[in-house]
């Protein structure tokens, strides 16, 4: 049997049925109260016939007033339940697994749509990067709102696993709020959340703590975790193999591995000459991490063909092959994979020559890429650079002046009812 095709039994006994797993990508489909809409339950059914084993959704936001991006998912209560079930039930009569990503993007997120940032420290951005973020300094959380973010956490996953996932993943990697309370450089804090890495992983594992209350031991709870910041000052190699191990003797189900920020984004495509010789991004990190812990590993960054992905399984190095934007072209990836009908998965966008612009084509083009596939249209690869990031632009205005709107209405009718 294709070393690809073999069963992963995960900690709690939950079983993948094989080790290709779509990584979360930015999906942007939600309407623009943050619902899950039918164009993404689509996306995900047509995905679910993929052959992969796992798929990890994308962002779901654990809070409205603390988004990501313009059209992400917020799932804080059971208002939606019944599209979430039917997202849930989009893998139905597969053997795939369906995991939500859940996140709070903390500092790391647009101003343009977020009235206040909240961070573990005052310490703003270095820059905006694709975000269109601002260099606005962030509020540090009191100690009330960090308890009641964790606890958030704890509920949303609750409200999706009542609707059928069937499993979770934290979000701690790429500078969200998980990661952001991980690195030195954005927490600085002096008490209990901050200082030692054993104070800056208290968030973390409560976060994790959280979760395994309200969902119980038999469902699957996974962490995206950089590898480290590739800043100075942030989270290091060292530290983020330490909490590898701390959460592994917490009982987390699998660790995925990234690495990066949107200040130094290493997982879009900066690497070591060495990394490039092998394909993937962190594979020298992956290997000093499987020292430290038994737990499942799942990497993602670079994986584009067959022969590289059975080789870094069969070494026993990590358990799972991660793949994002594949995904977004290859629709049927899995099974191309062991059916052996393609052997590379290539992808590339078309430049528009503008730096910045072209910065943001390594999301947004394959959103809009995405975005096909749930209007059961075939991927595009000479999609015209200049639409999409016109759309995407649009996208971003049209939810500023939603809540421009919004915020004039409500002044009207409660001055008007001073009258």
């Not at 499993?167 to 008490?191: C, E, K, M, W």
């Not at 990234?258 to 130094?264: N, W």
């Not at 092998?278 to 670079?302: H, S």
Request: glycine share 8%.
């Amino acid at each position: 049997m294709n070393v690809l095709e073999q069963a992963m039994i995960l900690p709690n006994g939950s079983i993948l049925n094989n080790r290709i797993a779509k990584s979360a990508m930015s999906e942007n489909l939600s309407n623009k109260h943050h619902e899950p809409t039918p164009v993404l339950i689509n996306l995900y059914k047509k995905w679910a016939q993929s052959g992969a084993g796992l798929l990890i959704t994308g962002n779901i936001m654990i809070d409205s007033k603390a988004l990501g991006e313009p059209r992400n998912v917020v799932v804080e209560n059971r208002k939606n339940f019944e599209m979430l079930k039917e997202w849930a039930q989009s893998v139905k009569g597969t053997n795939t697994h369906l995991w939500a990503q859940i996140n709070h993007p903390g500092r790391q997120a647009m101003e343009q749509i977020n009235s206040d940032l909240k961070a573990p420290s005052a310490v703003p951005l270095k820059s905006g990067g694709r975000k269109n973020i601002t260099k606005k300094i962030p509020t540090a959380l009191n100690e009330s709102e960090i308890l009641a973010i964790i606890e958030a956490f704890g509920n949303t996953a609750m409200i999706l696993k009542d609707a059928g996932f069937s499993g979770v993943q934290i979000h701690g990697a790429h500078g969200y709020l998980v990661s952001q309370f991980l690195s030195p450089y954005s927490n600085v804090r002096t008490d209990k959340w901050g200082g030692s890495l054993e104070k800056r992983a208290q968030f973390v594992i409560e976060v994790y703590r959280k979760i395994r209350a309200r969902v119980g031991s038999n469902f699957p709870i996974g962490i995206k975790l950089n590898s480290a910041d590739f800043q100075k000052g942030g989270f290091s190699e060292e530290e983020s193999m330490e909490v590898v191990k701390i959460l592994s003797e917490e009982g987390i189900d699998l660790i995925e591995i990234s690495g990066g920020t949107y200040e130094a984004p290493a997982m879009m495509g900066k690497r070591k000459e060495s990394t490039i010789k092998r394909e993937v991004y962190f594979m020298d990190y992956i290997e000093k991490a499987r020292k430290k812990t038994n737990t499942p590993l799942m990497l993602t960054g670079g994986f584009r063909t067959t022969s590289v992905m059975k080789d870094a399984v069969a070494s026993n190095q990590l358990d799972i092959i991660g793949i994002a934007r594949p995904f977004a072209v290859y629709p049927n990836i899995g099974n191309e994979i062991f059916n052996k009908s393609r052997i590379n998965f290539n992808t590339e966008i078309k430049k528009t020559g503008v730096k910045g612009i072209d910065g943001a084509m390594n999301i947004i083009w394959y959103e809009s890429q995405i975005k096909r596939l749930g209007k059961e249209k075939t991927p595009k690869p000479d999609l015209n650079p200049w639409s999409v990031f016109l759309k995407y632009s649009l996208l971003i205005l049209e939810q500023k002046l939603t809540k421009n709107l919004l915020k004039k209405t409500m002044f009207f009718i409660f001055h008007s009812g001073e009258r």
